[in-house]
Nanobody, 115 residues
Framework: QVQLVESGGGLVQAGGSLRLSCVAS????????MAWYRQAPGEQRELVAH???????NYKDSVKGRFTISRDNAKNTVYLQMNSLKPEDTAVYYC?????????WGQGTQVTVSS
């Protein structure tokens, strides 16, 4: 069982920045595809950003140019740098890791953007 532990959420004003981190408890982190999802109250969980084991990335259209996903395999960590935050980015952000038949989730971290 792999544990994913997120950190870095908080309250920020519109236009501000936050960096989320997710540390994975596995010694084969480099083979995992990693992603960040978010879920706002009353909404479905949605994919925000994804990074493959090879480092290829893709993003939800509304965050392109503002968010950057990256990974540091030496630290078993995936990051989400969020700039130019908007009130509509407010949600609980979840880290996800997938490899083969394995699919793991973190506990989530709250991001609140005030207007």
């Amino acid at each position: 069982q792999v544990q994913l532990v997120e950190s870095g959420g908080g309250l920020v004003q519109a236009g501000g920045s936050l960096r989320l981190s997710c540390v994975a408890s596995t010694n084969i982190f480099s083979v995992y595809a990693m992603a960040w999802y978010r879920q706002a109250p009353g909404e479905q969980r949605e994919l925000v950003a994804h990074i493959t084991s090879g480092g290829s990335t893709n993003y939800k259209d509304s965050v392109k140019g503002r968010f950057t996903i990256s990974r540091d395999n030496a630290k078993n960590t995936v990051y989400l740098q969020m700039n130019s935050l908007k009130p509509e980015d407010t949600a609980v952000y979840y880290c996800n890791g997938r490899y083969s038949m394995n699919n793991y989730w973190g506990q989530g971290t709250q991001v609140t953007v005030s207007s």
